[in-house]
Protein backbone atom coordinates (compact mmCIF):
# COMPACT_ATOMS: atom_id res chain seq x y z
CA UNK A 1 0.00 0.00 0.00
CA UNK A 2 2.75 2.28 0.67
CA UNK A 3 4.61 1.38 -3.22
CA UNK A 4 0.85 2.64 -4.42
CA UNK A 5 0.49 5.48 -2.25
CA UNK A 6 -2.92 3.96 -1.47
CA UNK A 7 -4.87 4.65 1.90
CA UNK A 8 -7.46 2.18 1.23
CA UNK A 9 -7.38 -1.21 -0.13
CA UNK A 10 -10.30 -4.07 -0.57
CA UNK A 11 -9.22 -6.89 -1.83
CA UNK A 12 -11.82 -9.24 -3.54
CA UNK A 13 -12.07 -12.98 -3.77
CA UNK A 14 -14.18 -15.61 -4.94
CA UNK A 15 -15.02 -18.48 -2.86
CA UNK A 16 -12.32 -20.79 -3.94
CA UNK A 17 -9.65 -18.28 -1.90
CA UNK A 18 -12.44 -17.51 0.80
CA UNK A 19 -10.94 -19.93 3.76
CA UNK A 20 -10.33 -18.39 7.19
CA UNK A 21 -6.55 -18.31 7.00
CA UNK A 22 -6.96 -16.72 3.67
CA UNK A 23 -9.38 -14.03 4.60
CA UNK A 24 -6.77 -13.67 8.12
CA UNK A 25 -3.74 -13.40 6.00
CA UNK A 26 -5.79 -10.20 3.58
CA UNK A 27 -6.12 -8.86 6.95
CA UNK A 28 -2.57 -8.58 8.06
CA UNK A 29 -1.75 -6.84 4.78
CA UNK A 30 -3.42 -3.50 6.71
CA UNK A 31 -6.67 -3.64 3.87
CA UNK A 32 -9.77 -5.18 3.74
CA UNK A 33 -11.75 -7.91 1.85
CA UNK A 34 -14.67 -8.49 0.35
CA UNK A 35 -15.10 -12.50 -0.30
CA UNK A 36 -17.83 -14.51 -1.93
CA UNK A 37 -18.81 -17.60 -0.84
CA UNK A 38 -21.72 -20.01 -1.41
CA UNK A 39 -23.98 -20.34 1.39
CA UNK A 40 -24.41 -24.39 1.40
CA UNK A 41 -22.53 -26.87 -0.88
CA UNK A 42 -25.23 -29.19 -1.23
CA UNK A 43 -25.36 -32.14 -2.97
CA UNK A 44 -23.74 -35.40 -3.05
CA UNK A 45 -21.69 -35.09 -0.25
CA UNK A 46 -24.15 -33.89 2.41
CA UNK A 47 -26.23 -36.87 1.16
CA UNK A 48 -23.15 -38.99 1.55
CA UNK A 49 -22.52 -36.60 5.27
CA UNK A 50 -26.06 -37.68 6.55
CA UNK A 51 -26.26 -41.18 5.27
CA UNK A 52 -23.19 -42.09 7.41
CA UNK A 53 -24.98 -40.46 10.14
CA UNK A 54 -27.99 -42.52 9.89
CA UNK A 55 -25.66 -45.23 10.12
CA UNK A 56 -23.60 -44.53 13.01
CA UNK A 57 -26.73 -44.01 14.47
CA UNK A 58 -28.24 -46.83 13.93
CA UNK A 59 -25.16 -48.97 14.59
CA UNK A 60 -24.99 -47.60 18.34
CA UNK A 61 -28.63 -48.38 18.60
CA UNK A 62 -28.72 -51.70 17.96
CA UNK A 63 -25.36 -52.18 19.71
CA UNK A 64 -27.44 -50.87 22.90
CA UNK A 65 -30.51 -53.30 22.18
CA UNK A 66 -27.97 -56.11 22.08
CA UNK A 67 -26.27 -55.56 25.03
CA UNK A 68 -29.49 -54.91 27.10
CA UNK A 69 -30.87 -58.46 25.96
CA UNK A 70 -27.58 -59.90 27.02
CA UNK A 71 -26.90 -60.85 30.77
CA UNK A 72 -24.15 -58.78 31.64
CA UNK A 73 -22.69 -57.38 35.44
CA UNK A 74 -23.34 -53.92 36.54
CA UNK A 75 -19.54 -52.84 36.09
CA UNK A 76 -19.61 -54.46 31.97
CA UNK A 77 -23.07 -52.90 31.70
CA UNK A 78 -21.85 -49.22 32.56
CA UNK A 79 -18.58 -49.83 30.75
CA UNK A 80 -20.70 -50.34 27.60
CA UNK A 81 -22.76 -47.56 28.01
CA UNK A 82 -19.81 -45.43 28.51
CA UNK A 83 -18.59 -46.46 25.37
CA UNK A 84 -22.07 -45.74 23.28
CA UNK A 85 -22.38 -42.05 25.07
CA UNK A 86 -18.87 -41.39 24.02
CA UNK A 87 -19.86 -42.57 20.47
CA UNK A 88 -22.86 -40.30 20.38
CA UNK A 89 -20.48 -37.25 21.71
CA UNK A 90 -18.10 -38.00 18.89
CA UNK A 91 -21.15 -37.24 16.62
CA UNK A 92 -22.65 -34.29 18.83
CA UNK A 93 -19.69 -32.43 18.96
CA UNK A 94 -17.72 -33.26 15.34
CA UNK A 95 -17.05 -29.96 13.42
CA UNK A 96 -18.84 -31.07 10.20
CA UNK A 97 -21.52 -33.05 10.83
CA UNK A 98 -23.34 -31.35 14.70
CA UNK A 99 -24.70 -29.24 11.88
CA UNK A 100 -27.38 -31.72 11.06
CA UNK A 101 -27.45 -33.39 14.53
CA UNK A 102 -30.11 -32.78 17.51
CA UNK A 103 -30.40 -33.44 21.05
CA UNK A 104 -33.19 -34.75 22.52
CA UNK A 105 -33.90 -34.40 26.52
CA UNK A 106 -33.33 -38.47 26.99
CA UNK A 107 -29.95 -37.59 25.30
CA UNK A 108 -30.12 -39.59 22.45
CA UNK A 109 -29.18 -37.94 19.20
CA UNK A 110 -31.22 -37.83 15.94
CA UNK A 111 -30.67 -36.22 12.76
CA UNK A 112 -32.15 -32.18 12.37
CA UNK A 113 -34.73 -32.88 9.79
CA UNK A 114 -35.98 -29.57 9.83
CA UNK A 115 -32.10 -28.48 9.63
CA UNK A 116 -31.77 -30.23 6.58
CA UNK A 117 -34.77 -29.13 4.89
CA UNK A 118 -33.98 -25.26 5.70
CA UNK A 119 -30.26 -25.64 4.44
CA UNK A 120 -31.73 -27.64 1.00
CA UNK A 121 -32.99 -24.38 0.44
CA UNK A 122 -29.80 -22.14 0.24
CA UNK A 123 -28.29 -24.52 -2.65
CA UNK A 124 -27.19 -22.78 -5.03
CA UNK A 125 -26.82 -19.13 -3.11
CA UNK A 126 -24.23 -16.86 -2.32
CA UNK A 127 -23.21 -14.61 0.45
CA UNK A 128 -21.24 -11.72 0.35
CA UNK A 129 -18.53 -11.22 3.33
CA UNK A 130 -16.70 -8.05 3.93
CA UNK A 131 -14.40 -7.21 7.23
CA UNK A 132 -15.21 -2.74 6.09
CA UNK A 133 -17.85 -1.91 8.47
CA UNK A 134 -18.15 1.45 6.55
CA UNK A 135 -18.41 -0.34 3.46
CA UNK A 136 -21.95 -0.73 1.97
CA UNK A 137 -24.24 -2.99 0.67
CA UNK A 138 -24.31 -1.57 -2.47
CA UNK A 139 -20.94 -1.24 -2.89
CA UNK A 140 -20.10 -4.22 -1.48
CA UNK A 141 -22.04 -6.06 -4.21
CA UNK A 142 -20.33 -3.69 -6.86
CA UNK A 143 -17.33 -4.73 -5.59
CA UNK A 144 -17.95 -8.62 -6.13
CA UNK A 145 -18.92 -7.64 -9.75
CA UNK A 146 -16.06 -6.04 -10.84
CA UNK A 147 -14.10 -9.21 -10.13
CA UNK A 148 -16.38 -11.25 -12.09
CA UNK A 149 -15.50 -8.52 -14.83
CA UNK A 150 -11.85 -8.81 -14.48
CA UNK A 151 -11.69 -12.64 -14.75
CA UNK A 152 -14.71 -12.12 -17.54
CA UNK A 153 -11.55 -9.63 -19.42
CA UNK A 154 -8.54 -12.52 -18.74
CA UNK A 155 -10.64 -15.20 -20.46
CA UNK A 156 -11.52 -12.74 -23.77
CA UNK A 157 -7.90 -11.67 -23.83
CA UNK A 158 -6.68 -15.39 -24.10
CA UNK A 159 -9.99 -16.60 -25.69
CA UNK A 160 -11.42 -13.91 -28.58
CA UNK A 161 -7.65 -11.40 -28.47
CA UNK A 162 -5.64 -14.43 -28.43
CA UNK A 163 -3.43 -13.57 -25.94
CA UNK A 164 -2.42 -17.06 -25.73
CA UNK A 165 -0.25 -18.88 -26.99
CA UNK A 166 2.33 -15.95 -27.99
CA UNK A 167 4.04 -16.87 -30.81
CA UNK A 168 7.15 -14.58 -29.90
CA UNK A 169 10.29 -14.83 -28.20
CA UNK A 170 12.03 -11.81 -27.35
CA UNK A 171 11.10 -9.74 -24.52
CA UNK A 172 9.75 -6.54 -26.33
CA UNK A 173 7.96 -8.53 -28.58
CA UNK A 174 5.98 -10.02 -26.20
CA UNK A 175 5.65 -6.99 -24.40
CA UNK A 176 3.97 -5.34 -27.19
CA UNK A 177 1.93 -8.45 -28.13
CA UNK A 178 -0.04 -7.98 -24.30
CA UNK A 179 -0.35 -4.48 -24.96
CA UNK A 180 -2.00 -4.58 -27.95
CA UNK A 181 -4.39 -7.50 -26.29
CA UNK A 182 -5.08 -5.02 -23.33
CA UNK A 183 -5.92 -2.38 -25.89
CA UNK A 184 -8.49 -4.38 -27.39
CA UNK A 185 -9.58 -5.63 -24.54
CA UNK A 186 -10.30 -1.66 -23.68
CA UNK A 187 -11.54 -1.38 -27.06
CA UNK A 188 -14.35 -3.86 -26.77
CA UNK A 189 -15.65 -2.79 -23.16
CA UNK A 190 -15.75 0.75 -24.92
CA UNK A 191 -18.27 -0.95 -27.05
CA UNK A 192 -20.08 -3.13 -24.89
CA UNK A 193 -20.73 0.26 -22.66
CA UNK A 194 -21.88 2.26 -25.77
CA UNK A 195 -23.97 -0.80 -27.26
CA UNK A 196 -25.04 -2.33 -24.11
CA UNK A 197 -24.26 -5.54 -25.74
CA UNK A 198 -21.54 -8.20 -24.92
CA UNK A 199 -18.98 -8.25 -27.44
CA UNK A 200 -19.23 -11.36 -29.66
CA UNK A 201 -22.66 -10.41 -30.44
CA UNK A 202 -21.50 -6.91 -31.88
CA UNK A 203 -18.53 -8.58 -33.25
CA UNK A 204 -20.83 -11.51 -35.23
CA UNK A 205 -23.33 -8.81 -35.93
CA UNK A 206 -20.69 -6.29 -37.69
CA UNK A 207 -18.66 -9.77 -39.28
CA UNK A 208 -21.84 -10.06 -41.30
CA UNK A 209 -21.12 -6.82 -43.13
CA UNK A 210 -18.49 -7.56 -46.20
CA UNK A 211 -16.59 -5.79 -48.92
CA UNK A 212 -17.25 -7.07 -52.33
CA UNK A 213 -15.36 -6.30 -55.66
CA UNK A 214 -17.53 -6.11 -59.21
CA UNK A 215 -15.14 -6.24 -62.56
CA UNK A 216 -16.83 -6.46 -65.94
CA UNK A 217 -16.95 -4.80 -69.30
CA UNK A 218 -17.69 -1.63 -67.83
CA UNK A 219 -15.22 -1.35 -65.31
CA UNK A 220 -14.76 -2.28 -61.35
CA UNK A 221 -16.86 -1.59 -58.10
CA UNK A 222 -16.00 -2.13 -54.58
CA UNK A 223 -18.88 -1.87 -52.28
CA UNK A 224 -19.97 -3.04 -49.20
CA UNK A 225 -22.84 -5.22 -48.60
CA UNK A 226 -26.07 -2.55 -47.50
CA UNK A 227 -26.22 -1.99 -43.96
CA UNK A 228 -28.67 -4.16 -41.57
CA UNK A 229 -30.52 -2.42 -38.81
CA UNK A 230 -28.75 -4.26 -35.93
CA UNK A 231 -24.94 -3.04 -38.13
CA UNK A 232 -26.78 0.74 -38.57
CA UNK A 233 -27.84 0.30 -34.50
CA UNK A 234 -24.06 -0.44 -33.41
CA UNK A 235 -22.41 2.24 -35.73
CA UNK A 236 -24.99 5.05 -34.10
CA UNK A 237 -24.13 3.60 -30.77
CA UNK A 238 -20.94 4.50 -31.09
CA UNK A 239 -20.90 7.53 -33.05
CA UNK A 240 -18.65 5.60 -36.05
CA UNK A 241 -19.41 6.81 -39.61
CA UNK A 242 -20.16 3.44 -41.26
CA UNK A 243 -18.22 2.03 -44.43
CA UNK A 244 -18.94 4.11 -47.23
CA UNK A 245 -21.43 2.05 -49.51
CA UNK A 246 -19.08 2.14 -52.83
CA UNK A 247 -15.39 3.22 -52.36
CA UNK A 248 -13.79 2.72 -55.51
CA UNK A 249 -15.34 2.85 -58.78
CA UNK A 250 -13.27 2.78 -61.87
CA UNK A 251 -15.07 2.88 -65.42
CA UNK A 252 -13.14 1.04 -68.02
Known amino acids: MRAWKLGRVITVVDRGLSSADNLACLRRAGGHYIAGMRMRDGG ?21 EREARRELSAKARQKAEAAHVRA ?29 KAEERLDGKYL ?18 NLLEAERGFRDMQSELLLRPVFHRLEHRIRAHVLICWLALLLTRVAERGCGQRWPRINRE ?18 TTPLRPAQRAV ?18
Open 88 to 116: ECALRDHPTLKRWIRQQKNGRLVIDRAKV
Open 44 to 64: ALVEQAITWIEAELERIKTQR
Open 128 to 145: LATSDPDISTEDAALGYK
Open 235 to 252: YQALSITPPARVSVFEPA
Open 206 to 223: LSRLSQVTLAGPAGTVVQ
